[in-house]
């Protein structure tokens, strides 16, 4: 038996206690492992459609500048986003991907003795980053299955978990990965019992994708909370997953601090190029939301016609229930589908489907009928 290493030891307790982050299962690994092609990934919830037509152009015109290093301010990314969004490159962070966020705001207000409060099935990177620190992660019941937001965030019972050593709370409007969502009534009325010490990180990395009317915009609410930080991402709708650029859009004293703490460079050249040329076509976009929204209900018909219970989604992904979920996601895998088991969110009896195109998501439906029936 290999003996661990006297290093180990010396590392902050909170580190050595973090279990690792599991991605989806990568497609060459499923190659590697089963000796098979034919794969489809709907695992990640990461854009069927794909990039613009322009990002693949400005992305072979940035090879030749690979020698120097990016604008460590993004300033032309920065300054299409203020357009954009109607805001002030003042009011904006830049991130290796929204995820980069989160560890900034961990970094910048938490640590031992203090707490942040997350609800319970929600992405795990706010519990990793909140303990990396050796902050407490106050984990808060979802909503009962049988609600109208099953397994949904239960903001009021959020509210009553926040003290004076809270210093962050995380919330994902829609959530990933049950794909519930938060009312502008509801977040209005739950930002309003947040003291003001709080920082309120409003998770929007699906933004793009809700069609429901009532889905408040983070961005429109910033006047009148200056503790609220809104992140979203290029990797989901705007199909640059790969190229890991994600923002954040706050009080430009927030924004300062974040500043202060993101790595040099954190967003290398590349991906900025492709972030602007993305933003800037509208009607890409809209394709990638008119795809997903029929994707969507493609899938959510056919897991029913199949008797399968899921939770409503207005994401790019559907969670549902099989009677053994590691042996249909072991046979799935085995037919070249990749989809994500969900039991490290405290749903171990469910998996999760990320929409695909059309004959994607057929593949997946017909593989299921297949092996509930076999």
């Not at 989806?24 to 590697?32: E, M, N, T, V, Y």
């Not at 930080?229 to 650029?245: E, I, M, N, Q």
């Not at 399968?308 to 895998?333: C, E, H, K």
């Amino acid at each position: 038996m290999q003996s661990i290493p006297e290093f180990i030891n010396a590392a902050l307790p909170a580190v050595r206690g973090l279990m690792p982050y599991e991605p989806g299962k990568p497609i060459d690994a499923l190659q590697r492992e089963l000796g098979i092609s034919d794969i489809i990934k709907l695992a990640s919830n990461e854009s069927p459609v794909g990039p613009a037509p322009g990002v693949q152009r400005v992305l072979e015109s940035g090879f030749d500048d690979l020698s120097l290093y990016p604008d460590g301010s993004g300033h032309v990314l920065k300054d299409a986003l203020s357009t954009h969004l109607d805001v002030t490159p003042a009011h904006i962070t830049l991130g290796n991907g929204s995820n980069d966020l989160l560890n900034l705001v961990a970094q910048a207000f938490l640590g031992p003795g203090r707490n942040a409060v997350m609800s319970a099935h929600a992405f795990a990177i706010y519990t990793l980053a909140t303990r990396a620190v050796g902050a407490e992660a106050r984990v808060v019941p979802a909503l009962p299955a049988d609600s109208e937001q099953p397994y949904g965030h239960d903001l009021p019972a959020m509210a009553k978990h926040i003290d004076r050593d809270t210093a962050v709370v995380f919330i994902a409007n829609p959530n990933n990965p049950t794909g519930t969502w938060i009312d502008a009534d509801g977040l209005a009325s739950f930002l309003e019992a947040v003291p003001p010490h709080v920082i309120v990180v409003l998770d929007e990395a699906y933004f793009e994708y809700v069609t429901e009317s009532g889905y408040p915009d983070g961005c429109r609410l910033l006047a009148q909370h200056e503790n609220l930080l809104v992140t979203r991402t290029f990797s989901k709708a705007y199909g640059l997953a790969a190229l890991r650029v994600g923002y954040g859009i706050s009080h430009p004293a927030l924004a300062d601090l974040l500043n202060r703490l993101r790595q040099p460079f954190n967003v290398n050249s590349l991906a900025l190029a492709a972030a602007h040329v993305a933003l800037s076509d509208d009607a890409h976009l809209a394709k990638a939301v008119a795809v997903n929204r029929s994707g969507l209900r493609q899938l959510a018909e056919g897991l029913a016609a199949l008797g399968l219970d899921q939770i409503p989604s207005v994401g790019n992904f559907i969670t549902f229930r099989v009677p053994d979920a590691q042996w249909m996601y072991r046979n799935l895998l085995a037919a070249g589908i990749i989809v994500r088991p969900v039991g490290g969110y405290g749903l171990p009896e469910s998996l999760r489907v990320s929409v695909g195109l059309p004959e994607h998501n057929d593949r997946f439906l017909d593989t299921m009928g297949r092996l509930l029936t076999s």
